[in-house]
């Protein structure tokens, strides 16, 4: 049998190289240490871990060192001056602009790539299509067992694994998918620290659905942690059963996937020849730090792109 399937094929990113716009600001006498790392959420970690090893390959500039910690915190250390770059997927607030600024600092924020927040099930699990409505109920305490939306499932309670409570991934679920109110985090919720865990979590759950980042679906680090290699399957999400598709690069690119989310470096280095700014600016430009999210299955917030359909035979 045939089969026809579309193509996502990069064919240019921005011709715009440029070095990112100054940071300003005084310098922190402190600024060779704090300047030697930078914070990430951790749900980032696969695709920031890739970019940090090619820029220190091409550059040759360093040392520094990634601190894995939630959104939340990651921010927390920018405004307190302990880092001068930190990978998000939320921008700056009104407020926390404000902060750095009355520190002498000039904030920079830049989109970098789009990825999604993926479910994950167990693979004894039949059900892997869900609506972002359902999701919705599972996350607000309103549906707790399988049966009450697949109702010929073997299962019982539904029990979801997230990272942190102060992660990217419980930002967006409050404020994408329930819109501002509460998330349940008792009972059939909880959080398990890590995205690995997570997966471990699901792996040992055959009722369990897992909340993680797209990038780790195809974590470039660790051949044994990838997905095809886990008892684990992506599910498929939509407005309606019938528009549910998994978060493939090509459906980020079109908006097909309902829970797509940017990546943002934020960054506050007061050198223009900084090392974090350096490293900010490798992640934006075309060639190479756009093209690496490209190739890890992201979609890069400054690229041109073309689809084709392919047989395979």
Request: charged share 25%; with cysteine; glycine share 6%.
């Amino acid at each position: 049998m045939n089969k026809r399937f579309n193509l996502l094929t990069l064919v240019g990113l921005s011709l715009i190289i440029g070095l990112l716009p100054s940071c300003g600001g005084k310098p922190n006498p402190k600024y060779e240490e704090t300047a030697k790392c930078f914070a990430a959420d951790e749900s980032l970690s696969p695709i920031i871990d890739e970019e940090l090893k090619i820029f220190h390959i091409k550059t040759k500039r360093g040392p520094l060192y990634p601190l894995y910690v939630s959104e939340q915190e990651a921010i927390e250390k920018l405004l307190n001056q302990e880092v001068y770059l930190v990978f998000t997927t939320r921008r700056l607030t009104q407020n926390e602009e404000n902060i750095i600024k009355n520190n002498q600092y000039n904030p920079r924020v830049f989109p970098l790539a789009y990825d999604a927040m993926a479910l994950i099930v167990n693979k004894d699990n039949p059900d892997t299509v869900i609506t972002v409505d359902n999701f919705r109920r599972i996350l607000s305490g309103e549906v707790t067992r399988w049966q009450e939306l697949y109702p010929e499932s073997k299962l019982d309670t539904i029990r979801v694994a997230f990272d942190n409570p102060k992660s990217s991934t419980v930002r967006f679920c409050v404020d994408s998918i329930l819109k501002g109110q509460p998330m349940k985090t008792s009972g059939n919720i909880r959080a398990v620290q890590t995205s690995i865990e997570v997966m471990n979590y699901v792996e040992k759950h055959k009722d369990a659905i897992g909340i993680i980042g797209s990038v780790w679906l195809n974590d470039q680090r660790d051949e044994t942690n990838a997905m095809n290699d886990r008892h684990l399957t992506v599910m498929k999400v939509g407005t309606t059963p019938v528009m549910a598709v998994k978060p493939s690069q090509y459906d980020i690119a079109y908006g097909n996937y309902p829970m797509i989310r940017t990546i943002y470096a934020l960054c506050t280095d007061p050198r223009s020849s900084g090392v974090p700014r350096g490293f900010a600016n490798f992640c934006w430009i075309p060639e190479p730090g756009q093209r690496i999210f490209f190739n890890a299955g992201l979609f890069p917030a400054r690229a041109e792109y073309s689809v084709r359909d392919v047989i395979v035979h």
